[in-house]
């Protein structure tokens, strides 16, 4: 059997030319970056307002697990598949971030005949778009010490200084240092630390920023720190969001590539789920909208967070209203939720599925009656799913009225998602009832708590006088913000090793952050990382290149 990069490898691709012009898109509207890859030029963009929008179709999935459920991989294989059956379809996906490729995950550009191309390119440089938000945020960090260093006239506190350096890059080592050692001509030394990119501010900016004006206008409103009375400090108080937009002006445009089957994919964009938003980039969303007839993205990790966040962070922000939802699942994961280890989840057990499959149900749940979604469940099909199996998950479902659609996009590419495709179609002509968790108007407690109570079953939320006060602080400023929970995406729970769907916990808010550029308050809950470390064998130690320069080992 090839691996993913194998199948990738032996593709043909059409000219990226050729993927813009199906679409519309005049040779003068790329800035091409090889044969195969190319950014839409913002103008361009501009000039698409007057279109119509076509339908948006939301790929999210159950609780992950080691186990994997192939949310990117089914959402190109739907992609394909409604291109298959003669709609005209695009595919919106958020950039890898390093740290998972050369981490644990692996590589985010799907799997088997579902992927899209060039593989190796995705998931490592691409176009250099997380290189210019590392070097933005890093510039403003810069600015900040060197502000320090010459005075200090905005009179930092330099124990409130919030604003963190970043990396691409899993590094433990990095999380908390001691910055400006060596003497005073290095500046005062202080406590400091790095997130990895896709954690940082200027990468959730960046994804919902709507253009080159809304994105100054945000990076501008960075509270990077605070004084000694407590008053934020800005960053166009240090006269810096000019210069980081300009390093962001280029990346701003979304990048085109294609699937195996050269269906057209805007790649763009990538904050994590556990941490931000989860979502690809709003202007690359809503060129899609007006490129194609349906437009399939996906939200990161689980529907707790990363649908959670795409429908009160992205849409709202945005104004953009979703048709329908596909939950991703897979009958070995949920298996993983009923009990069973991972090394016995190839083996049928029905006991454990039916015990597994609470997770779901809870997930369909809370995109039916919480999101107001349509929603189908797609099994992303695997050689040793069991009919035995399979039934038992179909007749379980079919009580909660939601259909269950086995998918074989994997192994057949879109053809073997035809079957998902007309049923998407169908939900996409449903009257919407798309609804929001919680409302503008309500106090960022009372968010927080209509999150944790009704999407992942706890029974209330706590925080110690600390964070309480913090949050009050906010509430008087910022309190029409939404809120953005960072969490385990392995569970309900802030606990990744309760499986399932446990119910009645309490979710307590370890620290609250303000992220006011994004317009967003991040809720801190249980051990969640923002500077990821590596496992014992990184995936880093497979990867390599061959002799005729062509890279192997990716996944």
């Known amino acids: 059997?090839?691996?993913?990069?194998?199948?990738?490898?032996?593709?043909?691709?059409?000219?990226?030319?050729?993927?813009?012009?199906?679409?519309?898109?005049?040779?003068?509207?790329?800035?091409?970056?090889?044969?195969?890859?190319?950014?839409?030029?913002?103008?361009?963009?501009?000039?698409?307002g007057n279109r119509p929008d076509g339908k948006l179709i939301l790929v999210t999935a159950i609780s992950p697990t080691p186990a994997g459920e192939g949310k990117t991989t089914t959402t190109v294989g739907l992609g394909d598949a409604l291109n298959h059956i003669g709609k005209r379809a695009v595919i919106c996906l958020r950039e890898p971030s390093l740290g998972p490729v050369f981490g644990m995950k692996g590589g985010a550009a799907g799997g088997g005949q579902a992927q899209v191309i060039p593989m190796e390119d995705i998931n490592l440089h691409f176009t250099g778009d997380f290189n210019a938000i590392a070097l933005a945020n890093n510039l403003l960090a810069a600015m900040i010490d060197n502000h320090i260093h010459h005075g200090n006239e905005l009179g930092f506190d330099v124990r409130r200084i919030t604003w963190k350096r970043v990396m691409d890059m899993n590094d433990r080592a990095l999380r908390e240092i001691t910055a400006s050692l060596g003497g005073p001509g290095n500046g005062f030394p202080r406590q400091d630390g790095f997130d990895i990119v896709v954690a940082s501010e200027v990468m959730a900016i960046f994804c919902l920023a709507t253009s080159i004006n809304d994105l100054k206008e945000r990076l501008g409103n960075i509270v990077c720190g605070y004084t000694r009375d407590q008053e934020p400090i800005l960053a166009r108080q240090l006269k810096s969001h000019g210069a980081m937009a300009?390093?962001?002006?280029?990346?701003?445009?979304?990048?085109?590539?294609?699937?195996?089957?050269?269906?057209?994919?805007?790649?763009?964009?990538?904050?994590?789920?556990?941490?931000?938003?989860?979502?690809?980039?709003?202007?690359?969303?809503?060129?899609?909208?007006?490129?194609?007839?349906?437009?399939?993205?996906?939200?990161g990790f689980g529907a707790d967070l990363g649908a959670e966040k795409f429908v009160d962070i992205k849409c709202r922000k945005a104004g953009l209203q979703p048709a329908a939802a596909v939950l991703v699942a897979t009958i070995r994961a949920l298996k993983f939720h009923g009990g069973v280890d991972v090394k016995a989840l190839g083996q049928e057990n029905l006991e454990a599925l039916e015990t597994g499959i609470a997770n779901i149900e809870r997930h369909v749940n809370n995109i039916r009656n919480h999101y107001g979604l349509a929603c189908v469940v797609a099994i992303n099909h695997r050689t040793e799913d069991t009919d035995a199996e399979v039934k038992l998950l179909m007749d379980k479902l079919a009580h909660k009225g939601v259909k269950v659609i086995l998918a074989r996009h994997w192994a057949e590419g879109g053809k073997g998602a035809t079957?998902?495709?007309?049923?998407?179609?169908?939900?996409?002509?449903?009257?919407?009832?798309?609804?929001?968790?919680?409302?503008?108007?309500?106090?960022?407690?009372?968010?927080?708590?209509a999150i944790a109570t009704k999407i992942y079953g706890a029974s209330d939320i706590t925080a110690d006088a600390k964070v309480l006060g913090q949050i009050k602080k906010l509430q008087e400023s910022y309190g029409n913000y939404p809120v953005c929970v960072a969490k385990t995406q392995y569970s309900f729970s802030t606990d990744p090793a309760l499986r399932g769907a446990p119910s009645g916990h309490v979710v307590n808010i370890r620290e609250v952050r303000l992220a006011a550029g994004a317009q967003f308050v991040v809720m801190v809950c249980g051990d969640i990382m923002t500077m990821p470390g590596l496992p014992k064998v990184p995936s880093a130690c497979a990867i390599d290149v061959g002799p005729d320069g062509k890279i192997i080992g990716l996944f």
């Open 246 to 299: 300009a390093l962001l002006k280029d990346a701003l445009a979304p990048n085109l590539v294609q699937t195996l089957e050269h269906s057209p994919a805007l790649i763009h964009g990538g904050p994590f789920a556990n941490i931000a938003h989860g979502c690809n980039s709003v202007l690359a969303t809503k060129t899609a909208l007006k490129l194609a007839d349906y437009v399939v993205t996906e939200a």
């Open 419 to 449: 079957e998902l495709a007309h049923e998407v179609v169908r939900l996409c002509e449903l009257p919407s009832t798309f609804k929001y968790v919680y409302q503008d108007s309500e106090p960022l407690w009372d968010k927080m708590k």
């Open 1 to 48: 059997m090839k691996s993913d990069i194998e199948i990738a490898q032996a593709a043909t691709p059409h000219p990226i030319y050729k993927i813009a012009a199906d679409l519309g898109i005049p040779d003068s509207a790329l800035e091409p970056f090889g044969r195969t890859k190319a950014k839409i030029s913002l103008n361009f963009i501009d000039t698409l």
